[in-house]
């Protein structure tokens, strides 16, 4: 009976691999998905890329480095949102640059009309901690904007609370 379920749980994590895609991005995808973000005409396929990208930078920062001006100009000018979240949460993963990340994603904070890509810009930014503490106000106005949502609320009072705690 211990071999079936440890052998249905080997299959169920296999799927699961399989239906993510395969798990960890490898270096030598980075150009592939480089070129994916910035020409593909999808942009489902656009945000695919920069999710991708996210996660290798996250391993590596220097095998995504040519990737870090186009994931800026995609968070700031791309047309379909969710490539704008996926752009945002790829430069907090990636991490590096975090003064000129934490202005950009502070702007895009400010001024983009979606709310997710806000809300990403958000989450990004918590992920800088303190040194993200220049985007408090604009955290703070966008709270008082989504007053009655509790959710979204207690979301941006979760990242005003990692940008607000002392550093270790």
């Known amino acids: 009976m211990k071999y079936y379920y440890i052998g249905g749980t080997l299959c169920l994590l296999t799927l699961c691999v399989a239906l993510e895609g395969g798990g960890a991005v490898r270096k030598e995808d980075v150009p592939k998905y480089l070129k994916m973000l910035q020409t593909s005409q999808d942009g489902r396929e656009r945000a695919k890329a920069a999710e991708m990208l996210g996660k290798r930078g996250a391993i590596n920062i220097n095998d995504v480095k040519d990737a870090i001006e186009p994931l800026k100009t995609s968070v700031q000018k791309d047309t379909e949102a969710g490539v704008r979240k996926a752009a945002a949460t790829a430069l907090a993963a990636i991490g590096s640059e975090p003064a000129e990340t934490i202005t950009l994603l ?21 992920s800088f901690g303190p040194n993200a503490k220049s985007a408090l106000p604009a955290i703070r106005e966008l709270a008082s904007k989504q007053k009655d949502n509790k959710k979204i609320v207690a979301r941006l009072k979760a990242a005003q609370k990692a940008i607000a705690s002392k550093k270790n």
């Open 106 to 126: 502070t702007e895009v904070l400010k001024k983009d009309k979606s709310l997710d890509v806000k809300l990403a810009a958000v989450d990004a930014l918590a």
